[in-house]
């Protein structure tokens, strides 16, 4: 084989090695991550050890829940692209493996890096409290919050935070904060909603959580809590119409709407469980 022949060989190799991972990017794009996985190791049987293609490997296996087998070939892309990308999808990756102290170690490093790489922040913020502690989440959240003001993902995770400690005013500061970014976001939307019903304005809750359901149908979370502000505002009809809905999505929500309805100041119970089941298949008022 002459020299020219060798180079449009191995040129030839190279549009098609990068042509597959574009494919595999797509594939990863378009929620594809089994289609994604096998491109990605098309590359690597031609080119062993491809940074791209080892990241595109590990991140499918990551969005197929199969954190154990993506942290090597995502250890590997990042010693060779010093991504932070990488770096975070390693950390989740880890976390999901069970072996948070290195997801921490990671992350306390990914933080640090310039110019800053919000997701990083944001993965941290969630480990943090997951692991209890909340107080550095949420210095950590903030921090982020100045680096990255238009990341919404941070005022949403503070205002739950919030939320979750019983700090209404931390929590409404934050969700507008969220709503200032994107005024229709649904989880935006819900969050202010759920300070709106613990303040007892449950006529400003329930406009919050319809909007919400306008945008995002599938939101029982929002249905449920617009049934029980429903139900305190004396609107019995409507509310047992929205709860009726929520069961639909399983036994789970069975449960939650019962406890809205019983724990209501204008809710109802039923002695029979018959009774019951009846309402909520709408042939018992």
Request: hydrophobic share 45%; net charge positive.
């Amino acid at each position: 084989m002459s020299i020219r022949d060798d180079t449009a060989s191995r040129s030839q190799s190279t549009i098609s090695i990068d042509e597959t991972l574009r494919r595999a990017m797509a594939a990863i794009e378009g929620q594809r991550p089994e289609e994604a996985a096998r491109l990605a190791q098309d590359v690597l049987k031609r080119s062993a050890g491809h940074p791209n293609a080892l990241h595109l490997f590990g991140y499918s296996l990551l969005a197929q829940e199969r954190a154990s087998e993506a942290i090597e070939p995502l250890e590997k892309a990042f010693r060779s692209l010093r991504d932070p990308a990488i770096e975070t999808q390693l950390a989740i990756a880890l976390r999901k493996a069970g072996r948070t102290d290195e997801a921490l170690s990671r992350l306390t490093r990914a933080v640090k890096r310039k110019p800053v790489f919000p997701a990083a922040i944001h993965e941290l913020g969630f480990l943090l409290h997951s692991l209890g502690r909340a107080d550095e989440a949420i210095n950590v959240i903030k921090s982020g919050m100045e680096a990255a003001p238009g990341m919404i993902e941070l005022p949403l995770m503070l205002g739950f935070i919030f939320h979750a400690r019983g700090n209404r005013a931390g929590a409404k500061a934050a969700f507008a904060r969220a709503l200032g970014i994107a005024p229709h976001h649904p989880k935006a939307l819900y969050g202010m909603g759920l300070t709106m019903m613990d303040a007892g304005e449950f006529a400003a809750a329930a406009e919050l959580f319809q909007r919400a359901l306008v945008i995002d149908p599938s939101d029982q979370q929002s249905r449920l809590s617009l049934g029980a502000c429903l139900l305190e505002l004396g609107q019995t009809s409507a509310a047992s119409a929205c709860l009726r809905q929520v069961t639909r999505g399983g036994a789970d929500f069975y449960g939650k709407a019962l406890k809205v309805l019983s724990s209501s100041s204008r809710g109802r119970f039923w002695l029979k469980p018959s009774d019951l089941a009846g309402f909520f298949r709408g042939e018992r008022s």
